[in-house]
């Protein structure tokens, strides 16, 4: 548990100068325009050597660039680009097909933001308890579900400190905001 503290404090600290300006609702059609907002989400470093894929109905992943690091990054049909490990990968999963969420510890970069969501409910369609989180990395799966406790709770979260996601629900996860380049 130790480790993953010092690794999300670590993540937190640097700075990424591949992140898009603003982000929108885009979905890119273009490959080369979806790379580049798809690895928007990560530090540069992971960016270039991961699998790039799109996500279709049910989270069919069809693959635009195969990687070799080991994490996968896209852009969800809302136009936000996220990276994930490969437990990051199988949560992202779960929580799209409304299915099991792995008991595994996962890491997710956003570092581009998120366009907010309803934090009761992953599936809300009103704004109720809305959030919308600046650049940040999120932890998902087992650590977090351990982990949440200590951490804030509100479904009115504070999205410039760190807090609970969905909290209460077998999706919640930790969020943390991150200070990155080109984002204020």
Known sequence: ???????????????????????????????????AKAMSAAPADIGKDATI??????????TIKPGTNGWTCAV??????????????????????KAEPPDKTGFIYM??????????????????????TGPHVMIVGKAAHEMAASYPN???ADPKHPYVMFPGTKYQHLMFPAGVAGHS
Not at 84 to 95: M, P, R, S, V
Request: hydrophobic residues 40%; aromatic residues 10%.
């Open 1 to 35: 548990m130790k480790l993953l503290f010092y690794l999300a404090s670590v993540t937190l600290a640097f700075s990424a100068s591949s992140v898009a300006a603003e982000l929108t609702a885009e979905v890119p059609k273009g490959d080369p325009e979806f790379t």
């Open 76 to 97: 969800g049909p809302d136009g936000v680009p996220w990276c994930a490990d490969a437990a990051g990968l199988e949560w992202f999963k779960a929580i799209s097909t």
């Open 111 to 132: 570092l581009a933001g998120d366009l907010g969501t309803s934090n009761h409910d992953p599936y809300a369609t009103d704004k109720s308890h809305w959030v919308q």
């Open 53 to 62: 894929t799109r996500i279709g109905d049910g989270f069919k992943l069809a």
């Open 154 to 156: 509100s479904l009115d």
